[in-house]
């Protein structure tokens, strides 16, 4: 037995882009447990429902992780319609389906990138960037926010898209998947790409089960969870299939999430193509609201849950949120368990871990 | 030292941001606004660091940390807070576990306003920061040099 000892990790480490903090039991180069303390973040946002009412909790939740912003603001505003009990109109349903998979892709793509970064692959950090920006701009043109968008309201969308807006739009993701199909071969076939994801960090099927990791984590290791299938929005309308991987490694996870890239452009095409036109954006709610509901709804990183209590006080009782993250925390311990120390870094991107939607 | 002004380095830390200030400020350094053009470069590293910018409110876990990082910094130093939270504590002001904006840790030079903050905005922050650290540097140089003529006159 060779000796052992801890190394702490975090929370300010180069490749961490946000604080978290593991200490690593290893044994000569290997990492033998992992043992993670988090709190870095924690803000106590959920506890605001105390200060704010119902309808200022909209901004406050979306401003739970800056880069799923438009999911937590999504998830909050249809639980509170359930507690009202109303129907959005159908195109504001289209419009969030359209900007929830504008910034998965934009998630996706910032991953990308980190994942190259994680791995010293300069080069391709930028260009996964760069394409990015292309999401960000049509979020800028739609919402007038790069990373908040602010559009959400509870009963429907505050603002609507033009047809040039769409038109701009597909127009786009013609040119993001021609970059995209430039930039996969090499995340899928260059050497040393390759010879740093095939067959690291691999998490079977079985513990993914055991541990309920959620997400792409999840379905690169044959689970085929897409919380998309429950019907919120206008998912319902449209025809898409989770993309699963059987290889359980660090490879599957980069591959799930690139195609699902391709695939969040097929939902916008085919959400633009469906799209009613309407005039009405916003069903108004009328009073405060009375009764308790969930919402759960999938997120760039895998399924959240919304749950809000409310009692007749324009102030919520209780409201909560159960991130992707949370979930795949346990995970990402599993597997860090005899590997090497120096896939360490790249292993915690893997999981594509979100601090701040954690902590809250 | 002479030509630090064409290159600072940063080091950045993620406060309790809502990390929508974060990955602007990452924006800034990939191709599109490539803050690398003004010679600035983020390193981890804190003690090869001429900025520190961050992100996000203190509350009680990360505070330790921050006046750590602040001290490991070799002086001169400036320190660059992007976005209202890290300006004032934004609006997570009134949760239990946010004490303010970073100001109530250590000394703030330049402050970034926004939610969440624009590149251009992060940028402009940062080249003011630049300025203040070349005067810094040189009240520094001048302050050794005023010593070393005073040792001259008594010797
Ligand atoms: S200023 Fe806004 S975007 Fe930036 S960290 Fe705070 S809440 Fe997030």
Redesign the pocket.
Known sequence: MGKRSVIPYGPQHPVLPEPIHLDLVIEDERVMEAIPSIGFIHRGLESLVEKRDFNQMTYVVE?TC?ICSFGHGMGYCETMERIFDVEIPDRAKFLRTIWFELSRMHSHLLWLGLLADGFGFENLFYQCWRIREKVLDLQEMTCGGR??FSVNTIGGVLKDMTSEHMQIILKTMDEIEQELKTIQKTFFEDYTVLSRLKGVGIMPKEKINELGCVGPFARASGVAVDMRKLGYAAYPMIDFEPVVSEDCDSYARCYVRLMEIYQSIDIIRQAIAKIPSETDLVTPVKGNPNGEAFVRLEQPRGEAFYYAKASGKPNLERMRVRTPTFANIAGLCEMLKNTELSDVGLLIITIDPCISCTER | MANIKKSPWVLHYDGS?????DIEVLACLTPVYDAERLGIINTGDPMQADIFLI??GINSQNEETVRQLYEQMPRPKVVVAV????CTG???KDCYNIKGGVDTVIPVDVYVP????RPQAIIDGLAQGIEIFQERLDEHRAKKKNEKSAKGVSA
């Open positions: 401003r800056g990373v908040i | 941001s809502c990390n929508g200030c992100t996000g976005g209202v939270c890290a934004g609006v997570f926004g939610c969440a903050a």
